[in-house]
């Protein structure tokens, strides 16, 4: 699988963004799926999960309430609904992708094999 992220752009505090992950190759629905963001000079943190039939979902607390996350495994793509976003909230958003089996999702970054190029997200204050 080959992961293709977009959708970022410069918005102002308190907007909404949408970003996309479109992926290739193997079968999209065998894979959890994950958002994770890094802002310069920080360390990557886990954003928001999603299971593999989009039954579960996990987010991380700076997010929860404000973002969703979702999936079309017939378009082979999952989403990420960012709502009143925050200066914080500025980073480069990456999706990946995890085959392994044990659990519904992951939240560690250890735990997917795949990732995509990165989209960047920047908030005006």
């Known amino acids: 699988v080959q992961l293709q992220a977009s959708g970022g752009g410069l918005v102002q505090a308190g907007g909404s963004l949408r970003l996309s992950c479109e992926a290739s190759g193997r079968t999209f629905s065998g894979y959890v799926m ?3 963001r890094q802002a310069p000079g920080k360390e990557r943190e886990f954003v928001a999960t999603i299971a ?3 039954g579960s979902t996990y987010y991380a607390d700076s997010v929860k309430g404000r973002s ?5 495994n017939a378009k082979s793509a ?3 609904q960012m709502n009143s976003l925050k200066p914080e909230d ?3 958003y990456f999706c990946a992708a995890s085959s392994y089996r044990d659990r519904y999702y ?3 970054g250890s735990s997917y094999e ?3 190029q990165g989209t960047q997200v ?3 204050s």
């Open 52 to 54: 593999r039939s989009g």
């Open 34 to 36: 994950g958002w994770f």
């Open 90 to 92: 500025t980073a480069v």
């Open 114 to 116: 795949l990732w995509g």
């Open 122 to 124: 920047t908030v005006s």
């Open 78 to 80: 999952v989403y990420l």
């Open 68 to 72: 969703t996350i979702s999936r079309d």
């Open 106 to 108: 992951y939240i560690q």
